[in-house]
């Protein structure tokens, strides 16, 4: 196994705040490599400054060897990075197959030419990406919802909608934040089997969690952040025993 | 009886107008959530632009320097082509500003194009504008034929510029817009290059703008600054929030209602005295009717519809069937 996405020195400061402090770590290709942390700890900033939505201070990010810090948004999706976000991410207004063709990248429709000029290349696309929001749609279990707009699906069926359309976009390395959140206790083990399933299909997942038991079963790897600054790095079971990450989650033993 | 055609005929080329500046602010905000106020500004460009380019020497007083004495085919697409330009020029750095902000630039752009019209008499022949456009069509059509054949005209005109949005409205690329709208760092991070979708439908928008812009001017016969105040903007917007953001259906039948609600008005008869209440309480009466729609019917009156997905070949009328099971 190689790393995947290397985080190299990232430092992001928010005036005199330091979000991020030197940040080094790795996630391995074919792993799924979980982000703890107490709250306010710059798991979210880290996912922020890896996707491009904000600019690190200092240090960078490489995706397969590949500098990606200072990319735009878009440019870092199309690498083959997606991400879901800790609000939902969902098109409100679509129905639920919009929602997964709309991520669909670089479509022919897309351009206001070929809607004139190619609409029978366009059908023959819609049809092909229909097919597999089809598939997609049975592995999240949201085929009789087909036609129903996003804004009128529970809590859990909108986050498995959210990853169901990451499949849609063939991405290599999946980012989720809080997929665990608003999700009901019952459906955490369907979900949690779901990213083992696409896992073992070969997409690499990177997880912020809040839900420990969730996280612990899921991952094969974690990192730990406090205050902006890594500090563990392991197995589940590893990092769960260290004690600097029993103190960071329930403060120093007198 | 003959008149009453007439005044119908003239209605329904005002519609017709009206419409097609409707159905540009629906392509602006209804599926791509652009709040842009400013498109009677872009109807001012293309109107003017038209009026040069079909423009013969300037007579009498008349200030301006430039006349092009070309057809009205040509003063068409130059209405179009031009305000295109205008509007990409206009775009570069607004549609980079988000929701409010941008609201606010296309309504200072409006305001600064009609005191341009007044100001550059060199150009736009100042607040003389320009009268006796020339309409198409003019010397083959006589007397009161051509109102009813302008009124046609219009009418055609609007029809395809309708099966052209309603075409981009349910393509992939307006499906991108509606995503853009619904939820925009969600779109970006799906890889959507937003930027470029805004501009896109921005352009596109402002083009029919013109056209509507140079078809006003052959309804008008004149290009005046005075007639591209921000009025023209905000009927277009409540026409399309009372027939209902997001489909085209909604803009035209918003525009319908609107404008037919205030020809109405004309038959109140009146005496010169009661002139100008009438004309403010039918302000008061437009106001409150839209906050009466949007308090009972926010969606509008012809709310937007999900489209159906699309049918795979092979796979027939498999709705009804998956109905059945789940009874």
Redesign the interface.
């Given at each position: 196994m190689s790393a995947m996405l290397q985080v190299e020195g990232v430092s992001k400061y928010f005036g005199g705040l330091k979000a991020l402090d030197d940040c080094t770590l790795s996630v391995e290709q074919g792993s799924i490599t979980a982000l703890i942390g107490p709250n306010g700890s710059g798991k979210t900033t880290l996912f922020n400054v890896i996707?491009g939505?904000i600019q690190a201070t200092r240090g960078r990010v490489l995706f397969e060897g590949q500098t990606i810090t200072g990319l735009p948004?878009?440019r870092i999706?199309?690498l083959g990075i997606?991400?879901t976000?800790q609000v939902?991410?969902?098109?409100?207004?679509?129905?639920v197959?919009?929602?997964l063709?709309?991520?669909?990248?670089?479509?022919?429709?897309?351009?206001?030419w070929s809607?004139?000029t190619r609409p029978g290349s366009?059908?023959k696309q819609?049809?092909a990406q229909?097919?597999r929001?089809?598939s997609s749609l049975e592995r999240i279990g949201l085929t009789?919802k087909?036609?129903e707009?996003a804004a009128n699906l529970s809590a859990p069926e909108a986050r498995m909608l959210e990853i169901g359309?990451q499949l849609m976009?063939s991405p290599r390395l999946v980012l989720l934040d809080e997929p665990s959140s608003g999700v009901n206790p019952a459906m955490l083990d369907i979900l949690a089997n779901r990213i083992s399933e696409l896992n073992q299909q070969g997409i690499t997942f990177f997880i912020i969690g809040h839900n420990l038991s969730f996280i612990m079963k899921l991952s094969h790897f974690m990192h730990v952040l406090q205050y902006g600054k890594l500090i563990s790095s392991g197995l589940p079971q590893s990092v769960a025993r260290d004690e600097r990450v029993i103190e960071a989650y329930l403060g120093v033993h007198q | 009886m003959s008149n009453f055609i007439l005044f119908l005929a003239s209605v329904t080329a005002l519609i017709g107008i009206y419409t097609l500046l409707t159905l540009a602010v629906n392509l602006h905000y209804g599926y791509a959530g652009l709040l842009s106020f400013g498109i009677v500004g872009f109807v001012a460009v293309g109107a003017y632009t038209y009026a040069i380019v079909t423009r013969a020497a300037p007579v009498g007083e008349d200030v301006y320097h430039f006349y092009f004495n070309q057809p009205w085919w040509v003063g068409f697409l130059a209405a179009g082509v031009v305000t295109t330009i205008f509007a990409f020029l206009i775009g570069l750095p607004t549609l980079r500003v988000e929701g409010d902000y941008l609201l606010i630039v296309t309504f200072a752009f409006a305001e600064v194009i009609q005191k341009l019209l007044s100001n550059e008499g060199w150009l736009t022949n100042g607040t003389r504008g320009f009268i006796n456009v020339h309409q198409p069509f003019r010397d083959v059509i006589v007397g009161k034929n051509y109102p009813l054949f302008l009124a046609g005209l219009i009418v055609v005109i609007v029809g395809i510029v309708y099966l052209?949005a309603q075409?981009?409205g349910t393509?992939?690329?307006g499906?991108?817009l509606?995503?853009m709208?619904?939820?925009e760092?969600?779109?970006?991070?799906?890889?959507?290059?937003?930027y470029s979708?805004k501009m896109?439908i921005f352009l596109?928008g402002a083009a029919i703008c013109g056209l509507a812009g140079a078809m006003y001017s052959w309804y008008m016969t004149l290009a005046l600054p005075s007639l591209f105040g921000m009025s023209v903007s905000f009927a277009a917007w409540i026409a399309l929030i009372l027939g209902g953001q997001?489909n085209n259906k909604g803009a035209v039948v918003g525009t319908i209602v609107l404008l037919g609600a205030q020809q109405a008005f004309k038959f109140i008869q009146l005496t010169p005295a009661m002139a100008p209440i009438i004309s403010s309480i039918q302000l008061i009466m437009e106001g409150l009717v839209l906050v009466l729609i949007l308090r009972f019917w926010p969606a509008g009156l012809v709310p937007?519809k999900?489209?159906?997905?699309?049918?795979?070949?092979g796979v027939k009328a498999e709705k009804p069937q998956?109905a059945k099971e789940?009874a």
């Open positions: 996707t939505y948004i878009h999706a199309n997606a991400r976000f939902s991410s969902l098109f409100p207004k679509l129905t197959w919009e929602n063709l709309v991520a669909y990248p670089h479509q022919e429709g897309e351009s206001l809607v004139f366009i059908r819609e049809q229909m097919e929001a089809y009789q087909l036609e707009k359309r976009f | 052209i075409r981009v393509s992939p690329f499906r991108t509606r995503a709208r619904d939820n760092p969600a779109a970006l991070s799906n890889g959507k290059n937003v979708f896109r596109l997001g937007e999900s489209p159906k997905p699309p049918r795979l070949p998956g789940e």
